[in-house]
């Protein structure tokens, strides 16, 4: 017979036999309402235009970097 694997469960604070909840009952999806996909659209238009400039998106090297630094810092400093 093999291994026997309990989670504590953080909705009820119960042990289950599987990694998720009988009880969490599923949310509901955000639906996109017609407001919000012709706001995005009237955008695009503007930026293809020339009227706006084009969103930038996030840059996640300016997490990702210091991150690393620190990490290497932390390595080094532990094999000294």
Known sequence: MGTQYRYLCGHCRMWHDYP???FRRPQPRRV???GEIQT???L??????GV???RKP????????PMLS???YFVLLLLL
Not at 44 to 49: C, H, P, S, T, V
Not at 58 to 65: A, C, E, N, P, Q
């Open 20 to 22: 998720f909840c009988p």
């Open 32 to 34: 996109i309402t017609r």
């Open 40 to 42: 995005e659209l009237e």
């Open 44 to 49: 695009r238009e503007l930026e293809r235009a």
């Open 52 to 54: 706006i400039s084009p």
């Open 58 to 65: 996030f840059r996640l090297r300016w997490v990702f970097l």
């Open 70 to 72: 620190l990490v290497v």
